[in-house]
């Protein structure tokens, strides 16, 4: 199974000067590369692909020395995303390439790590080549793992490694002793089956409630004013910085629930609804119960465990008992007439996805 994570990289000064100026000669080489294919078509007809260009390399470095410093996987990539852009916009999924600006330019990829080091990360550090050992905040351990990629990237506040790796998928457990629903919602984050409910961490919301602050203001300064240049910097800075406590926290939970579990349920969620719903608020938490439910899956694939999607028609309106209870998002309380039951809504929904999810299972 395929996993990216992500780390937080603490180049030393020189090796940030290293880190830039590999992007900018990727860039260039990306933008040298589109207009070599342009040229070609415009003026003699000709298809230029990625293979003719890959040739080419050898001479190029040739003619400029300074692409020495990169990796030649690096610069292969390079052209292998300019390659995907064209077949992209051949098959009409995406407009036409476009030249890359600085900002629109932000990583480079060694695509096949393993054969260029066999030393990959040991200690809080990642080994890249042409630039060296460079410290990582590595808080996930690597065993059972295989390095398939790792990808450089430059973020507002510094520079994160993707780093893709296969792991060996524990072997699928054959009974259930523990089963658990999740019903995802606005008021809480989860509420389960067992009966207890996860909160959004309190700083985490305060967080949440600054950034839009800082959005409000942003948004009230004069464009293309120094001010506002400030500002936008700062808000992406938060922006990220609040991305990764909540990508942290869902990584906890999932973690947790999954540890604890060998049969973990939830629901479909609906991307249509999702999709309509234009509010920011809304849109955050759906992103967020997108990758929890992400992260669940591919911890209960890894552990050995089974996790069940189940359709998520009327779970908040049926009862335990199979009783029609309904009601409309401002009643918080479930009241049974059927069975007696009286409890959080949130949590009988996630009892009936857990019913749901062991009559698939069964
Ligand atoms: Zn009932």
Redesign the pocket.
């Known amino acids: 199974m395929q996993i990216t994570f992500q780390f937080r990289l603490y180049p030393t000064p020189e090796q940030e000067q290293q880190l830039h100026r590999t992007l900018d000669l990727c860039r260039k080489l990306y933008n040298r590369a589109k207009e070599w294919r342009d040229t070609a078509y415009n003026q003699e007809g000709k298809t230029v692909t990625y293979a003719m260009q890959q040739n080419e390399l050898p001479a190029f470095k040739k003619e400029f020395p300074a692409y020495k410093e990169v990796h030649s996987q690096v610069l292969q990539d390079c052209l292998r995303r300019l390659d995907d852009a064209y077949q992209r916009f051949f098959r009409g999924e995406a407009g036409f390439p476009h030249y890359k600006s600085t900002e629109r330019y932000l990583s480079f990829t060694y695509p096949q790590p393993g054969a260029v080091s066999k030393t990959f990360a040991h200690d809080g550090f990642v080994y890249l080549p042409k630039i060296g050992f460079v410290r990582m905040h590595a808080h996930r351990p690597f065993d059972r793992t295989i390095v398939t990629q790792i990808n450089v990237k430059r973020y507002a506040d510094g520079w994160m490694a993707n780093i893709g790796v296969k792991t060996e998928a524990a072997e699928a457990g054959q009974t259930v002793e523990t089963a658990v629903g999740i019903d995802v919602g606005l008021s809480t984050f989860a509420a389960l089956s067992d009966e207890t409910k996860v909160d959004n961490p309190r700083h985490l919301r305060r967080a949440e409630r600054r950034l839009k602050r800082a959005q409000r203001r942003l948004s009230r300064k004069q464009r293309g004013s120094r001010n506002r240049q400030k500002a936008k910097r700062k808000v992406a800075r938060m922006h990220q910085k609040v991305a990764r406590q909540r990508k942290d926290f869902l990584h906890k939970q999932s973690y947790r629930i999954v540890m604890s579990h060998d049969l973990i349920a939830v629901e479909k969620l609906k991307v249509k609804n999702m999709i309509r719903n234009r509010r920011l608020s809304k849109s955050i938490s759906d992103a967020g119960w997108r990758k929890f439910i992400t992260y669940l899956s591919y911890k209960a694939e890894r552990q050995g465990k089974r996790f069940v999607q189940v359709p998520a028609h009327g779970t908040s309106q049926t009862?335990?008992?199979g009783?029609d209870?309904p009601k409309t998002l401002a009643v918080r309380l479930h009241e049974?007439e059927?069975?007696g039951?009286v409890q959080d809504r949130d949590i009988v929904s996630a009892k009936v996805i857990l019913q749901r999810a062991l009559k698939i299972a069964a």
């Open positions: 009862c335990v008992c009783a209870v049974c059927g069975c039951l």
